[in-house]
């Protein structure tokens, strides 16, 4: 079965800081894999995926993952953090063949403080 | 990506009761999907919605529980029945557009809270 782990409950960063949350994965077969965002009372905003090719993928509001096949690994990653990037953040994993359905991590939160 | 549109976005329900939620898509949808979100919890699908024929649901629900229609590509309804305060939940209607890259939106959800 396709699985994704969360780490960490919950990252804190400066703002301004580089911000890194964490993702591993194990999938049999090709992995597509999907970061989510959830604000305070509301749905989830899909930030980004890997389906192939680069490992390095940009997503919206500058966030961006590393793809690391020997690692198994794909990090959310942001080079400066907002306090607006406060948010609970989901990684996923698309199971291509059962069902088509994601499967998600627990989730982390991150805060962001000025 | 896609316009979800979900009715109704919070609701306080009597327990006993059944609430049906509905799920509209602005685009060609070729899949829909309907997770729960518990509080504090990720999110676990419930069942995806297959247009003119029966959902197919994943271990642990049940259609007697969770009776899902999907009379065509862009909309479907769930109901959760005969509530109980442990069905307090987000329900999230979500979806794989056509031409999206295999990518799945989600609606801003239905919270219930179940009294």
């Known amino acids: 079965a396709q699985s994704v782990a969360q780490p960490e409950d919950q990252v804190n960063v400066a703002e301004g800081n580089p911000l890194t949350v964490k993702c591993t994965y194990s999938v049999s077969g090709n992995p597509y894999l999907f970061w989510y965002v959830q604000y305070p009372n509301r749905g989830l905003q899909f930030l980004l995926k890997y389906i192939t090719g680069d490992n390095l993928v940009k997503g919206s509001y500058g966030f961006e993952a590393e793809f690391n096949k020997s690692q198994t690994s794909f990090h959310l990653k942001k080079p400066s953090a907002l306090v607006s990037d406060s948010a609970l953040y989901f990684c996923?994993?698309?199971?291509?063949?059962?069902?088509?359905?994601?499967?998600f991590g627990a989730g982390t939160i991150l805060r962001v403080k000025s | 990506s896609a316009v979800i549109s979900q009715k109704p976005s919070r609701d306080i329900c009597q327990r006993g009761t059944s609430l049906t939620i509905q799920c509209q898509v602005d685009s060609q949808v070729t899949m829909m999907f309907w997770y729960r979100q518990q509080p504090g919890q990720s999110l676990t699908l419930i069942a995806t919605?297959?247009?003119?024929?029966?959902?197919?649901?994943e271990s642990g629900f049940v259609i007697d529980k969770f009776p899902i229609s999907r009379p065509n590509l862009t909309f479907s309804t769930l109901t959760v029945s005969n509530m109980s305060p442990e069905d307090s939940s987000i329900y999230l209607c979500?979806?794989?557009?056509?031409?999206?890259?295999?990518?799945?939106?989600f609606g801003e959800g239905s919270w219930l809270t179940v009294v």
């Open positions: 996923a994993v698309r199971d291509m063949e059962y069902g088509n359905k994601l499967v």
């Open positions: 919605a297959n247009q003119g024929s029966e959902a197919t649901y």
């Open positions: 979500s979806v794989e557009v056509l031409n999206s890259g295999n990518t799945i939106y």
